[in-house]
Structure formats: structure tokens, C-alpha cells
């Protein structure tokens, strides 16, 4: 299995931009759908973003479509969320996510095979 350490997350202000990066390690990279959920204060996980092993497919919440863009780069291993025209309600904790079962729906078992230990984004009025 890979491990994935996130990377990018912080304060910024209402309208503002972040670029989450996940860096993956171990495992067949190129052979795993990725994603990124995130967790508010008070609420459940939820599934924002998935892109297929190619990056060929990709699929967002409406929450975020139009705002935010996910992108991979697999001979560096790497995933990207990059995060625009941020609003006080994206406010979150992001898991970069992995899963060797599914086309992009990591949300599609439940809970994808792998999780990262989560990065910190707080958007401020």
C-alpha cells in the first residue's frame, strides 16, 4: 500500500487560494484513484474530489465544482488540490486519500484504503 503525507494547508482569507499537495510513497501509485475528503469541526467526513489512476477522469462535490481543480503527477507521486475563491465554509481538515478498488469514487466502499494524517485549512471572513 502507498502512505500518504499532505502538505499545504493554512490561513487564508475569504476569496483567497491554497494548493494542498499529497506526496504518496510505497506501493503502485499510477494503479490508485485519488482523492481528497475533508472534515469540518462538528461534522462527518465528506468526499470532496476523486481523480481516476490515469487523471484522465475527475469528479468534485458541488460544493466545490467550479473552485477547486485536483491533478496528479504519477512519476512524481504526487496529488494537488488546488483551492480557489475559498469561503469561510471550506473551512476543514483535508485527507488526501488512495484506493486500489474504484475508478474515482473512493466514497464508494465507505472508506478508500488509505488516508493521509489530514492538513489543516482555515478561511477566515
Known amino acids: 500500500q502507498v502512505q500518504l503525507v499532505e502538505s499545504g494547508g493554512g490561513l487564508v482569507q475569504a476569496g483567497g487560494s491554497l494548493r494542498l499537495s499529497c506526496a504518496a510513497s510505497g506501493g503502485a501509485f499510477s494503479s490508485y484513484a485519488m482523492g481528497w475528503f475533508r472534515q469540518a469541526p462538528g461534522s462527518e467526513r465528506e468526499f470532496v474530489v476523486g481523480?481516476?489512476?490515469?487523471?484522465?477522469?475527475?469528479w468534485y462535490a458541488d460544493s466545490v465544482k467550479g473552485r477547486f481543480t485536483i491533478s496528479r503527477d504519477n512519476a512524481k507521486k504526487m496529488v494537488y488540490l488546488q483551492m480557489n475563491s475559498l469561503k469561510p465554509e471550506d473551512t476543514a481538515v483535508y485527507y488526501c486519500?488512495?484506493?486500489?478498488?474504484?475508478?474515482?469514487?473512493?466514497?464508494?466502499?465507505?472508506?478508500?484504503?488509505?488516508w493521509g494524517q489530514g492538513t489543516l485549512v482555515t478561511v477566515s471572513q
Open positions: 486519500a488512495a484506493d486500489s478498488r474504484v475508478a474515482w469514487d473512493l466514497s464508494r466502499y465507505g472508506y478508500p484504503e488509505v
Open positions: 481523480i481516476s489512476s490515469s487523471g484522465g477522469a475527475a
